[in-house]
């Protein structure tokens, strides 16, 4: 070998080392700053987790846990009674009506985009649930309490059109993004291999669609509707104007109602710090932050599932 072209192997060589050092370097500080970045994340929940547990706990010297699950909520009158119950079923009530309108609802626009609607029709489609999912919910809100209460309010002869009924029709609209979104990229997550073998067999694309794609799917929609549960029992302004803030325990969806999330907001900015009643309203936000992380672990399970199984 003469001397040039060894000249010539040993340049290549030494490139070929900078090359994979600073391709090493550059893995190295991707992996610092995502850790620093994830880090930053976890201490700022941990934080919150902290705040409001250490604001909640005071409550506890000086109200049993069966009182604060008790069905009264007077915290202003004496002596106080801090029963979070009448709220807890408040958003039970409103939510659970809501998903009763929202699910079916959303899951089928999601199967209507996934597996029927032409190029353009889903487009338009799509594009409706996002224009839905972007609107504030202050907004949802005065809808709600300039056009459908009054008309609920004339149409069952009510003394007052802000009820659960007017809660749920709007927590319905602001869950139906959520739900039909997730849900149709838990259907269109399905492997087109699963279609083509049905659809090989002789089945219709409707056949396809309610036996092979939807089961195929569910561990995907299922997690859609928890995080849609999610979506509505965490919602604050749209149910603190409709609901009626009336702290009760009532199965009518034609009575006005308080929920969780409206109760702190309502009572929050006018109750002394470090008071009984602040302490009760932290403890109000343990139980929603505890629900609400529950639901969304849930959710993430279930679309976990739906991964792994069709990708191993």
């Not at 039909?180 to 669609?209: I, N």
């Not at 679309?303 to 199984?309: D, P, S």
Request: charged content about 15%; cysteine-free; hydrophobic content about 50%.
């Amino acid at each position: 070998m003469s001397r040039f072209t060894r000249k010539i192997d040993n340049n290549y060589k030494v490139k070929t080392l900078n090359s994979s050092s600073l391709s090493w370097l550059r893995r190295r500080l991707d992996r610092g700053i995502f850790a620093v970045l994830g880090s930053i994340s976890l201490i700022a929940l941990g934080l919150i987790f902290f705040f409001i547990f250490r604001e909640a706990i005071p409550l506890f010297y000086k109200v049993s846990v069966a009182s604060f699950f008790g069905p009264t909520w007077l915290p202003t009158f004496d002596p106080p009674s801090y029963g979070a119950l009448s709220m807890i079923a408040g958003s039970a009530l409103v939510t659970v009506a809501a998903l009763a309108v929202a699910v079916p609802v959303g899951l089928s626009a999601a199967a209507f985009i996934a597996e029927v609607a032409p190029g353009i029709m889903k487009d338009i489609t799509k594009s409706i649930i996002e224009i839905l999912a972007g609107i504030p919910s202050v907004v949802y809100g005065f809808f709600g309490l300039a056009l459908l209460a009054p008309f609920l309010q004339t149409t069952f002869s009510l003394s007052t059109g802000r009820t659960a009924l007017t809660a749920a029709i709007i927590l319905s609209i602001m869950a139906l993004p959520t739900i039909a979104s997730l849900a149709e990229d838990a259907l269109t997550a399905v492997p087109s291999s699963y279609r083509e073998a049905s659809l090989a067999m002789g089945a219709t694309r409707w056949e396809t669609m309610w036996r092979v794609t939807i089961p195929a799917a569910f561990s995907g929609l299922l997690g859609a509707v928890i995080l849609g549960m999610g979506r509505a029992i965490g919602e604050t302004m749209a149910v603190l104007m409709v609901a009626g803030n009336s702290p009760q325990i009532t199965t009518s969806l034609l009575k006005p109602v308080r929920t969780l999330t409206a109760g702190i907001a309502l009572e929050m900015g006018e109750t002394p710090f470090g008071s009984t009643h602040y302490h009760a309203l932290f403890s109000l936000g343990v139980l929603l932050l505890l629900i609400t992380l529950a639901m969304n672990w849930t959710a993430e399970w279930f679309r976990g599932r739906m991964r792994r199984r069709h990708h191993g």
